[in-house]
C-alpha cells in the first residue's frame, strides 16, 4: 500500500517565501502566475463553481446587485469598440 505524500502547509510556504531575496521572490511569483494559465478543465470548472457559489452567496445577501443582461451588452459593446 503506497503511502500518500502529505502536502507542505501553504503557510509555512508563505513564510519562506518570503525570506527568498527580492529577485528569488520576482521569479518565484512570475512562475506561480505562470502556473494559473496551465489549470486543468477539471480545475476550471471547479474554480468557476465556487465562483459562482460565491456570487450568489454574496447576492442573496444583498451585497451585489443583479444586472439585466441587455445592459451587460450595452456595456461590452461600448468597450470593444
Avoid: C, H
Avoid at 24 to 30: F, G
Avoid at 42 to 64: D, I, M, P
Amino acid at each position: 500500500m503506497a503511502l500518500e505524500a502529505q502536502m507542505p502547509d501553504p503557510a509555512e510556504i508563505f513564510e519562506k517565501a518570503l525570506r527568498l531575496d527580492i529577485d528569488n521572490r520576482a521569479a518565484l511569483a512570475q512562475r506561480l502566475l505562470a502556473s494559473l494559465d496551465e489549470l486543468s478543465e477539471e480545475e476550471t470548472e471547479r474554480l468557476w463553481v465556487q465562483e459562482t457559489q460565491s456570487r450568489l452567496v454574496e447576492y442573496r445577501a444583498g451585497r451585489a446587485k443583479a444586472i439585466p443582461a441587455d445592459e451587460v451588452v450595452k456595456k461590452a459593446e461600448k468597450l470593444f469598440r
